[in-house]
């Protein structure tokens, strides 16, 4: 009894000594972010391939294994964090003027590189494709984002045609991009590493692919220079929106987020919820409700009288309800591709009326989207015959009759955003569909031709396994991103959520919507999760400890 009562009594000392480094109000704050990273890290790295729902005891000993790694976890990166407490770089410090080298030098090798591969082989996606003809023909529908199609359709008035279209916004990432990467420079993070950053961006072949597919690559051109903005907010402590311009250009730019992706909000609510809790008293109420109101008011104007006025077609098809619901049908779909015997009665004969054998015969487990937009309509009609209630209650049991294929249909939808060890990045290359997407050049174009070569000779020198790892698996980038804000969280407090936390919302809340594995919803990470991840690596927060407040210039 003496020794449990001694190692209980040595155990809390070690605690207490571990935790003493973090301030009392975010004591709290860290254990329950150690206790979610810990069973993440040993769900995708163990339990997922693991034997659980197979049988009672391989369910019992994949459970009991979870619980022994993520509580060893979770005292490992607890010494971690206090090993490494005064590691990292200096405080951040505002420099003089704005690096306007390294933001030309970035926009400008960006932008070379990706219209090297719009004329080496351009094309797009079938979503664009029917998005683009909606930018021809002017009448709109909210299935693919609205305010995302009348955005193109605006450049589309100049640029004519879709390359033309699509060179706008390669130009317009570029200077997004110069500009995040310049905004690092700025704030005194090494050259070294924000030139690393710089060049795995826009070298990386996946980063540029899904931009060419011109419709999913637009929220990350809004984001990329929202976050540029953040990180200006971040190392100044909130003093950047003491200026109205600054405040309103955040305010615009979380809104035009919000309206590139239906799922936007997943990302745009926390971080401006982040910024409001962590900044309110520097904003004062009168700015931080500005801010709000400037976000939530071009919101409303935009979705309201402007898709009125356009005569956007809301909500097509049930269109929230169909595109809400991947998940649950993908475990339905499983079950009844596998073991539809084992099914509740209900739940076979829904899927039996969903589609016939011949279009079962090609569903590919895990992916709902192989059948789903061959039975489009049957999945409208569910939407309309079958409530969400009774829907999700026939999933449920279903679920509860088939553990195993449920467990595996999630699996294998969601494994793309959080898998480790690969597959890296994109699995497609953009291919032309019809004369409007072809390049802009005939294919025995000579410059075409040297575009290809470089584009082709470029990819094939980065094909390093190491280096698409790190700069492709969106998996490996998040778990990056978490583990560096927890160690930061560690040293500074609560405010460095800010740079971690709207990525993993929209991550895991995008994951739960999915209708199959498909890489262009998560295309934003392979853009900021490097930049972040550096950023974090710096001391911010505290100006009156590192020397003179920071400025609020632009």
Request: charged share 15%; aromatic share 12%; with cysteine.
């Amino acid at each position: 009894m003496k020794m449990r009562h001694y190692r209980a009594a040595h155990y809390r000392a070690w605690m207490a000594r571990m935790l003493g480094g973090i301030a009392p109000g975010a004591r709290a704050l860290f254990i329950a972010l150690d206790v979610f990273l810990s069973v993440y890290i040993t769900f995708v790295a163990y339990t997922m391939d693991s034997q659980i729902f197979t049988t009672r005891t391989n369910t019992a000993l994949a459970l009991g294994t979870t619980c022994v790694f993520a509580a060893l976890l979770f005292h490992g990166l607890l010494a971690l964090c206090h090993a490494l407490r005064n590691r990292g770089a200096a405080f951040a410090r505002e420099a003089e003027t704005f690096p306007w080298r390294t933001f030309c030098a970035v926009a400008g090798a960006c932008f070379l590189v990706f219209i090297l591969a719009l004329l080496a082989y351009g094309g797009m996606s079938e979503d664009t494709e029917t998005q683009w003809q909606q930018v021809q023909s002017g009448q709109f529908s909210d299935w693919h984002p609205a305010g995302n199609t009348l955005l193109l359709w605006l450049i589309a008035q100049a640029a004519r045609t879709y390359s033309a279209t699509l060179s706008v916004l390669i130009l317009a990432f570029s200077l997004a991009l110069g500009y995040l990467v310049a905004v690092l420079r700025r704030w005194g993070l090494r050259a070294g590493g924000v030139a690393a950053v710089a060049c795995f961006l826009v070298l990386n072949h996946s980063v540029r692919d899904v931009l060419l597919y011109l419709k999913d690559g637009v929220m990350t051109i809004f984001l990329t220079a929202l976050m540029g903005m953040v990180l200006n907010i971040y190392f100044s402590d909130g003093r950047w929106l003491a200026r109205y311009r600054n405040l309103v250009a955040c305010g615009l730019m979380m809104a035009m987020t919000t309206l590139m992706r239906h799922n936007a909000f997943f990302f745009t609510g926390p971080l401006l919820l982040l910024v409001l809790l962590a900044y309110g008293r520097t904003l004062g109420w009168r700015r931080g409700a500005a801010l709000l109101a400037v976000a939530a008011g071009l919101l409303a104007g935009i979705q309201g009288p402007l898709f009125t006025a356009v005569g956007v077609e809301r909500n097509p098809g049930h269109q929230t309800y169909v595109e809400s619901i991947g998940m649950p049908m993908t475990i339905l779909a499983d079950a009844y591709y596998k073991d539809r015997d084992s099914m509740p009665p209900d739940a076979r004969q829904q899927m039996e009326a969903y589609a016939p054998e011949a279009v079962w015969a090609m569903y590919n487990p895990g992916d709902y989207n192989s059948i789903k937009f061959i039975t489009r309509q049957g999945a409208i009609n569910m939407a309309a015959d079958l409530p969400v209630g009774p829907f999700l209650s026939m999933a449920w049991r279903t679920a509860k009759a088939c553990p195993r294929i449920a467990f595996e249909a999630v699996r294998e939808l969601t494994r793309m955003a959080w898998q480790l060890p690969g597959p890296y990045g994109v699995q497609f290359r953009p291919s032309p569909r019809g004369e409007s997407s072809a390049p802009p050049l005939p294919s025995d174009h000579p410059l075409r031709k040297a575009a290809a070569a470089l584009i082709e000779k470029l990819d094939q020198s980065l094909n390093i396994q190491a280096y698409r790892w790190v700069s492709e698996t969106i998996g490996l980038q998040m778990l990056c991103l978490m583990l560096l804000g927890l160690w930061a969280v560690y040293r500074m407090g609560w405010r460095v959520l800010l740079l971690v936390a709207p990525t993993v919302a929209y991550n895991l809340g995008t994951m739960l919507l999915l209708c199959g594995p498909d890489y262009r919803f998560f295309h934003f990470n392979l853009v900021l999760n490097l930049p972040l991840c550096l950023a974090l690596c710096a001391r911010a927060g505290r100006a009156d400890a590192a020397g003179p407040a920071p400025r609020a210039n632009a």
